[in-house]
Nanobody, 117 residues
Framework: QVQLVESGGGLVQSGGSLRLSCAAS????????MGWYRQAPGKQRELVAT???????NYGDSVKGRFTISRDNAKMTVYLQMNSLKPEDTAVYFC???????????WGQGTQVTVSS
């Protein structure tokens, strides 16, 4: 089992910045990929960014150039630096951890990010 605890959400004005953190605990040695997904009201959950244990990253098209994902393997914590925030970035952001070689997905409880115009 893996537990994920997110922090760092909140309210920010358009153009502002926020940094999200997600700390993993439990069977952390099985974790390969970690990442962030988001879900806005009435919409499907979508990819924000992922990062593998080796540091390979992947970003959703809507956040490329504005968001940066990073990871501290010693602390098994993943970060999401969000710059130039837009009202359309408003959503609940969920941390995800994927294990390997047996693929199991774990999710955090979500943290609200609200960007005012």
């Amino acid at each position: 089992q893996v537990q994920l605890v997110e922090s760092g959400g909140g309210l920010v004005q358009s153009g502002g910045s926020l940094r999200l953190s997600c700390a993993a605990s439990g069977n952390i040695f099985s974790i390969n990929e970690m990442g962030w997904y988001r879900q806005a009201p009435g919409k499907q959950r979508e990819l924000v960014a992922t990062i593998t244990r080796g540091g390979s990253t992947n970003y959703g098209d809507s956040v490329k150039g504005r968001f940066t994902i990073s990871r501290d393997n010693a602390k098994m914590t993943v970060y999401l630096q969000m710059n130039s925030l837009k009202p359309e970035d408003t959503a609940v952001y969920f941390c995800n951890a994927e294990t390997a070689p047996i693929r199991i997905d774990y999710w955090g409880q979500g943290t609200q990010v609200t960007v005012s115009s």
